[in-house]
């Protein structure tokens, strides 16, 4: 949706398609800071499912539902207060041009921020259940209405970032209700909504915490990107926020291997079916389909602002500034499906100590090395080689782990999966 309004946006104004950097990194990247709903709602789904416990499934999800609707409610109230102050504390008083621009974007599209969150959790229930054509079809007919609305909203009515923001905001709200309305089909009901007990919260606590550091690493290392791009210039950040965007679409490629790990790995890793040699055998055709599926996205998505930049922007120092970092750009996509796979799995067998402690400190040495190629002048390049790394060192030390004697597909130690052993880093 993002990459959409990208699209149609930089069609108009360089200024506003600058603004979306800013914007969407309070949109979208904050966004993935609670997708330890997602994860916590797919494994708790998919563990009570390996037990056959219905009745256990949708206490979960009705109690997961409040605590989405309740994030969603406080960060709609937090756009609506701070959010001109976090926008300005991100891209600084200088860049004031696109300051304004950005807060109309977010203002509307924080509106959603209910209906995202809560959607979050219905869309995880249902893939927590090895359904995916409930949320496909939400996804699908939100995109359509995203993609019609920008096209009528900004470029036949004009109404610019405002009108891309109200084309996303709706096709959000309408993608939400269908994700609950979707798990009817499998006889749950998306509409209870129950309050946890204590004990209910500090389960959630214990597998999301964990979850929540390691995504939120990542929003914090996307967000450096951008706030590095973003005292380069608007040509500079304008680039950016093009390859991002497409970036980011070409990575959602590869968030189903995750998915796929996630619903299937609990029931052969500590199931009633469990059996460590199938799961080692479907982790090996995961990756060996990321790969594959890699390659052809990273060749696919390079191709794109290559030879087609001005799908995006007609401006030459805008495609400019694309073109120096291809390289960096497909080395990073090229490895992103396999690292999914690999993440999943490590989440699915509840190695979450693990996996938040990798992820913090990969995000700080890219950090630092970020900083030291913005202070000798790299530019936008230096931020998308940091960024291959990134992504790099991510796929090289999930894959150690899980090949190691002491990973979560070859040890017969039974503890690290109850929750009540597990300490949130």
């Given at each position: 949706?993002?990459?959409?309004?990208?699209?149609?946006?930089?069609?108009?104004?360089?200024v506003?398609?600058?603004?979306l950097?800013p914007?969407?990194?309070?949109?979208?990247?904050m966004?993935?800071?609670?997708?330890?709903?997602?994860?916590?709602?797919?494994n708790?789904?998919?563990?009570?499912?390996?037990?056959?416990?219905?009745?256990?499934?949708?206490?979960?999800?009705?109690?997961?539902?409040f605590?989405?609707?309740?994030?969603?409610?406080?960060?709609?109230?937090?756009?609506?207060?701070?959010?001109?102050?976090a926008?300005t504390?991100?891209?600084?008083?200088?860049?004031?041009?696109m300051?304004?621009?950005?807060?109309?974007?977010?203002?509307?599209?924080g509106?959603?921020?209910?209906?995202?969150?809560v959607?979050?959790?219905?869309?995880?229930?249902?893939l927590?259940?090895?359904d995916?054509?409930?949320?496909?079809?939400?996804?699908?007919?939100?995109?359509?209405?995203?993609?019609?609305?920008?096209?009528?909203?900004?470029?036949?009515?004009?109404?610019?970032?405002?009108?891309?923001?109200?084309?996303?905001?709706?096709?959000?709200?309408?993608?939400?209700?269908?994700m609950?309305?979707?798990?009817?089909?499998k006889g749950?009901?998306?509409?209870?909504?129950?309050?946890?007990?204590?004990?209910?919260?500090?389960?959630?606590?214990?597998?999301?915490?964990?979850?929540?550091?390691?995504?939120?690493s990542?929003?914090?290392?996307y967000?450096?990107?951008?706030?590095?791009?973003?005292?380069?210039?608007?040509h500079?950040?304008?680039?950016?926020?093009?390859l991002?965007?497409?970036?980011?679409?070409?990575?959602?490629?590869?968030?189903?291997?995750?998915?796929?790990?996630q619903?299937?790995?609990?029931?052969?890793i500590?199931g009633?079916?469990?059996?460590?040699?199938?799961?080692?055998?479907?982790?090996?055709?995961?990756?060996?389909?990321?790969?594959?599926?890699?390659?052809?996205?990273?060749?696919?998505?390079?191709?794109?602002?290559?030879?087609?930049?001005?799908?995006?922007s007609?401006?030459p120092?805008?495609?400019?500034?694309?073109?120096?970092?291809l390289?960096?750009?497909?080395?990073?996509?090229?490895?992103?499906?396999?690292?999914?796979?690999?993440?999943?799995?490590?989440?699915a067998?509840?190695?979450?100590?693990f996996?938040?402690?990798?992820?913090?400190?990969?995000?700080?040495?890219?950090?630092?090395?970020?900083?030291?190629?913005?202070?000798?002048?790299y530019?936008?390049?230096?931020?998308?080689?940091?960024?291959?790394?990134?992504?790099?060192?991510?796929?090289?030390?999930?894959?150690?782990?899980?090949?190691?004697?002491?990973?979560?597909?070859?040890?017969?130690?039974?503890?690290?999966?109850?929750?009540?052993?597990v300490?949130?880093?």
């Open positions: 949706m993002s990459l959409i309004d990208t699209a149609v946006i930089g069609q108009s104004s360089s506003e398609l600058a603004a950097g914007g969407t990194v309070l949109c979208d990247y966004s993935y800071g609670f997708m330890f709903l997602s994860v916590a709602t797919s708790l789904v998919a563990t009570s499912l390996a037990n056959q416990d219905q009745s256990e499934v949708q206490h979960q999800i009705s109690t997961l539902l605590v989405g609707l309740t994030c969603g409610i406080m960060m709609l109230f937090f756009t609506k207060f701070r959010g001109e102050w926008l504390a991100f891209a600084g008083a200088k860049n004031a041009d300051l304004s621009a950005a807060n109309t974007y977010i203002q509307i599209r509106l959603a921020w209910p209906a995202v969150l959607g979050w959790v219905a869309q995880s229930a249902s927590g259940m090895k995916s054509w409930g949320p496909l079809k939400a996804l699908a007919v939100a995109s359509v209405i995203n993609g019609v609305g920008d096209v009528v909203l900004c470029l036949v009515l004009d109404y610019g970032i405002a009108g891309a923001a109200w084309a996303t905001m709706v096709s959000q709200v309408v993608a939400g209700f269908m609950i309305e979707s798990l009817k089909d749950y009901n998306g509409y209870s909504i129950a309050v946890p007990t204590a004990n209910e919260l500090l389960q959630i606590f214990q597998l999301a915490a964990p979850v929540f550091m390691m995504m939120m990542k929003v914090a290392f967000s450096l990107l951008i706030y590095f791009a973003t005292s380069m210039g608007t500079t950040v304008a680039a950016h926020q093009v991002v965007q497409v970036y980011t679409m070409f990575t959602v490629f590869g968030e189903p291997l995750s998915q796929t790990a619903s299937f790995m609990p029931e052969l500590y009633a079916k469990r059996s460590l040699s199938k799961a080692r055998t479907l982790l090996k055709s995961l990756v060996i389909i990321g790969a594959s599926c890699g390659l052809i996205l990273g060749v696919v998505g390079t191709i794109i602002p290559w030879l087609f930049p001005k799908v995006f007609p401006d120092l805008v495609i400019k500034e694309m073109h120096k970092v390289l960096p750009y497909f080395i990073a996509l090229s490895v992103t499906a396999s690292t999914h796979s690999l993440e999943g799995t490590l989440l067998g509840r190695d979450l100590r996996v938040s402690i990798s992820m913090t400190t990969i995000f700080t040495f890219g950090g630092l090395l970020l900083m030291l190629f913005s202070n000798l002048g530019g936008l390049p230096g931020c998308w080689w940091t960024l291959a790394l990134f992504q790099w060192s991510r796929f090289t030390v999930a894959l150690l782990r899980l090949t190691s004697p002491n990973g979560v597909l070859y040890s017969e130690d039974m503890t690290r999966y109850e929750l009540r052993k300490s949130a880093a």
